[in-house]
T-cell receptor
Framework: KQEVTQIPAALSVPEGENLVLNCSFTDSAIYNLQWFRQDPGKGLTSLLLIQSSQREQTSGRLNASLDKSSGRSTLYIAASQPGDSATYLCAVKETNAGKSTFGDGTTLTVKP | DAGVIQSPRHEVTEMGQEVTLRCKPI?????LFWYRQTMMRGLELLIY????????DSGMPEDRFSAKMPNASFSTLKIQPSEPRDSAVYFC???????????????FGNGTRLTVT
C-alpha cells in the first residue's frame, strides 16, 4: 500500500525567502506525482505534475523535482510572498487510470 | 471549461437524514474520484470510477455510503442514514485515464461541506 509523507507539517518563513517542501512515498512504481495548493475553505488547485519519466517541472517561481528511485519529491518556491501562504499537498498516482494517494500536506505561512 | 462542478456547496442536515452529493466532471474526462477531507484524517479516497464503472470502493467507510455514475457527465455520493461523524468536506475530482495519452492531471471541484447535527 502506497504511503505518502510530507515534512514538515507546518513552516513559517519571512517574505522573500526561498524554501523547499518535501514529499516522500514508499512505493516507487508510480505513474506521476502532482503538487497541489489548498487555501483555507477552498478546493485543491493543481500546481505542477511530474511524470514518472521526468526529473523536474517548473512554473514561474515553482520548481518540482522527482527522484523516483529514492521515493522523494521536492517543491521549491523562490522568493516567497505572503500570497504563497496555503497548504501544499503532494499526490502520487499509481497508474494512468488509477487512484492518487495524498500526503497530509505542509501548511506554509509567509510573513510580510 | 467550467471545471469540476459540485453541488451543493454546503449541506447541513440532521442525523438520520439522507444526503446526496452531486458531481459533474470535466467534459471528456473518463476517471472520477470521490474524496473526503477532515482535520483528523486528511484527504481520503472513497471510491473511483473509470468509464462510469466503479473500480475501487475500498475507501467507502460503511454500507451507509453509496456512489453511482449513471453516465459520463454525472455522479452522486449518497449517505443514508447520515451520522455526525460523516461531517467533512467531500471533494469530487476527474482526470483522463486508460486510453488517454495525456498527463492525467487530477482536477478537483470546490467541494461540498457537509455538517450532520
Amino acid at each position: 500500500k502506497q504511503e505518502v509523507t510530507q515534512i514538515p507539517a507546518a513552516l513559517s518563513v519571512p517574505e522573500g525567502e526561498n524554501l523547499v517542501l518535501n514529499c516522500s512515498f514508499t512505493d516507487s512504481a508510480i505513474y506521476n506525482l502532482q503538487w497541489f495548493r489548498q487555501d483555507p475553505g477552498k478546493g485543491l488547485t493543481s500546481l505542477l505534475l511530474i511524470q514518472s519519466s521526468q526529473r523536474e517541472q517548473t512554473s514561474g517561481r515553482l520548481n518540482a523535482s522527482l527522484d523516483k528511485s529514492s521515493g522523494r519529491s521536492t517543491l521549491y518556491i523562490a522568493a516567497s510572498q505572503p500570497g504563497d501562504s496555503a497548504t501544499y499537498l503532494c499526490a502520487v498516482k499509481e497508474t494512468n487510470a488509477g487512484k492518487s494517494t495524498f500526503g497530509d500536506g505542509t501548511t506554509l505561512t509567509v510573513k510580510p | 471549461d467550467a471545471g469540476v462542478i459540485q453541488s451543493p456547496r454546503h449541506e447541513v442536515t440532521e442525523m438520520g437524514q439522507e444526503v446526496t452529493l452531486r458531481c459533474k466532471p470535466i467534459s471528456g474526462h473518463n476517471s472520477l474520484f470521490w474524496y473526503r477531507q477532515t482535520m483528523m484524517r486528511g484527504l481520503e479516497l472513497l471510491i473511483y470510477f473509470n468509464n462510469n464503472v466503479p473500480i475501487d470502493d475500498s475507501g467507502m467507510p460503511e454500507d451507509r455510503f453509496s456512489a453511482k455514475m449513471p453516465n459520463a457527465s454525472f455522479s452522486t455520493l449518497k449517505i443514508q442514514p447520515s451520522e455526525p461523524r460523516d461531517s467533512a468536506v467531500y471533494f469530487c475530482a476527474s482526470s483522463f485515464g486508460l486510453r488517454s495519452v495525456h498527463n492525467s492531471p487530477l482536477h478537483f471541484g470546490n467541494g461540498t461541506r457537509l455538517t450532520v447535527t
